[in-house]
């Protein structure tokens, strides 16, 4: 018998389709049977919080809790930036935890940039189950610890990678009001989109195209001509869904989706260059 639950994470932090849960054994009529595409086969916490990329300074364990109760964490690191530099705050994708998160931001950290990397319920040993609206919740909370640290509205970038990418997608249109802008990393258009499916038959939409099309903000995207888990027309495709009038610009690494991330770390250190350089009012 497969190991349905083994073969899906082995998908690392790509959010899995139905295209992909064919092969398992996992009709996609299956769907139909209750609420829409069980979440069991959507998300792949890790349930440890993992150690930092080698080599980064100390950084914080924050705890705090969502404004539904929900206990969270976030690692911090303040930084040796001057005075009014923005903070990062990023969110990792499927399958991934504060190591992961590392991955794509050490080198902004190493830079002494002031970098936050929140945890969502489920993943890293917090209690909970994931579901869209949690996850919604826990950006939000996020973002509220951000402005607790110090950090003024306007001033921070939110920034993800894949389920991570929408989660920040969602950040900047609930509470865009305190960013900066935003870098989006190999992030797909929506659930549906992905599976191949009709919107009815999932439990959880993440409809990234109808966010990208009013977000307002800046935003640096970031996606892999290799990335065969979230195929660069699914960034194309969101990119050109920003508004005329929001200043945008499109980064494009020779990369799969979750490895070789030394170029993911250059990325998101040319995505905060850009924001500095980029006006962000009238």
């Known amino acids: ?11 690392s932090g790509s959010l899995v389709g139905a295209a992909a849960l064919v092969p398992l054994g996992v009709a996609p009529n299956a769907a139909a049977q209750g609420i ?18 080698p080599g980064l300074p100390p950084f ?4 705090y809790q969502g404004r539904d109760g929900q ?3 976030a690692w911090f690191w303040r930084g040796s930036q001057p005075a009014g530099t923005p903070l990062t ?37 917090l209690p909970g189950t994931p579901t869209e609206t949690g996850l919604r919740r826990d950006a939000q909370a996020a973002l509220d610890t951000a402005q607790r640290l110090g950090w003024p509205p306007g001033n921070t970038l939110i920034t993800g990678h894949s389920l991570g990418g929408a989660l920040a997608l969602h950040a900047l249109h609930d509470q865009g009001q305190i960013a900066r802008g935003g870098i989006i990393m ?50 194309q495709k969101l990119y050109r869904a920003l508004p005329a009038t929001t200043p945008k610009t499109f980064i494009t690494l020779n990369v799969p989706h979750a490895a ?14 850009w924001h500095l350089t980029t006006k962000t009012g009238p």
């Open 71 to 73: 206990p969270l964490a």
């Open 186 to 235: 190999s992030t797909f258009t929506s659930l549906p989109d992905m599976a191949g499916l009709a919107r009815w038959l999932m439990a959880d939409q993440f409809n990234n195209l109808a966010l990208a099309a009013q977000t307002r903000v800046p935003v640096a995207w970031v996606h892999g001509t290799r990335d065969r888990l979230i195929p660069i027309r699914h960034g």
């Open 260 to 273: 070789q991330h030394l170029k993911y770390q250059a990325a998101m250190v040319e995505g905060m260059q």
């Open 36 to 53: 829409g595409l069980s979440r069991a086969f959507v998300y792949h916490p890790k349930n440890t919080p993992g150690r930092p990329w």
């Open 89 to 125: 705050v990023f969110f990792h994708g499927n399958a991934g935890n504060f190591e992961d998160s590392t991955r794509f931001t050490a080198g902004l950290i190493a830079a002494g940039y002031p970098v936050l990397l929140p945890e969502y319920r489920g993943y890293g040993g």
């Open 60 to 63: 914080e364990t924050l705890s």
């Open 1 to 11: 018998m497969i190991d349905r639950r083994a073969a899906l994470r082995a998908l």
